[in-house]
């Protein structure tokens, strides 16, 4: 996972779903603002996979698409193997399992899919 710039943040485009649930996290002025948020995150969120933080450049979320939410499977040989459609409407986490099963069972050539 790749935390990027802080899609609903208190100080911008806040969220209600964000309020309601007492997320109250200001745009990332320094990459320490970034990371920890990422952290609180990863915490709160229990998340199960390791999670990098892309800096403040954007250059990550830029280069994927990762704005909004994207879903990508990185190959090993370095290329995309799967990308989502935009989230979080356009997710389907069971396709992604599913060609993320079949990359690791030896049944799906990785590379560019979608």
């Known amino acids: 996972m790749v935390y990027l710039r802080e899609a609903h943040p208190i100080d911008g485009r806040s969220s209600a779903e964000n309020e ?9 002025k320094v ?23 892309d800096g403040m450049d954007d250059r990550v979320g830029s280069a994927y698409g990762g704005w909004p939410d994207r879903l990508y499977i990185v190959g ?3 290329r995309i193997a799967y990308r ?11 396709e992604m399992e599913r060609k993320l099963k079949a990359i690791l069972s ?3 050539s990785e590379g560019k899919s979608r």
């Open 76 to 78: 090993t040989d370095g």
């Open 84 to 94: 989502g459609d935009r989230g979080p409407m356009g997710f389907d986490v069971n």
């Open 31 to 53: 990459l320490g603002e970034r990371v920890e948020a990422a952290q609180s995150c990863a915490q709160a969120l229990k998340l199960p996979m390791p999670m990098v933080v």
């Open 106 to 108: 030896g049944k799906a």
């Open 20 to 28: 309601r649930r007492g997320i109250w996290i200001p745009q990332h």
